[in-house]
């Protein structure tokens, strides 16, 4: 998943473990590959922010999850001390509103490592962990890259 994204984008450049791509349709994102993921598998597990996504010009987060999970118990996300409750499907998680959306990204913008937590289909718990030094110069930058499209 990770590489037919890059491979439909234009690098706008890469902080630390986060990348910032420009794609022709519009929408660019900065993404990162997890430092842990919960399970070693076939899923290339990532984290993304698009900065737009359709027309409403917004910052929007998206995971793609190491294991496939049970839809009996939530999506956690923990960056800090903050804990957000996730929307989401079998194998991704996303913010369920505009302002969860905002309140992530500038959570992330002070922190070191963020996770998503879930109970994979086998009742076993997973997480994975995403450093976020380089984060939001790359959120930034894939701003600056679609600001005027």
Do not use: K
């Not at 994204?5 to 519009?26: N, Q, T």
């Not at 590959?33 to 027309?55: I, L, N």
């Not at 505009?98 to 997480?127: H, K, N």
């Amino acid at each position: 998943m990770i590489a037919a994204l890059l491979l439909a984008a234009a690098p706008v450049g890469v902080w630390e473990s986060w990348g910032a791509f420009r794609r022709d349709d519009g929408d660019c994102y900065a993404i990162a590959a997890p430092a842990r993921s919960g399970a070693a598998s076939r899923v290339r597990p990532f984290a993304s922010v698009a900065s737009r996504w359709g027309r409403d010009r917004r910052n929007r987060i998206f995971f793609r999850l190491s294991t496939r999970r049970t839809h009996r118990g939530p999506v956690t996300l923990s960056v800090g001390e903050r804990r957000f409750t996730l929307a989401g499907n079998a194998t991704a998680a996303w913010a369920p509103d505009a302002a969860t959306d905002l309140a992530i990204v500038q959570a992330m913008r002070g922190q070191r490592s963020m996770s998503v937590a879930a109970v994979s289909e086998r009742g076993r718990p997973f997480a994975d962990t995403y450093a976020l030094p380089g984060a939001a110069t790359a959120i930034d930058a894939a701003a600056l890259a679609c600001a005027g499209r």
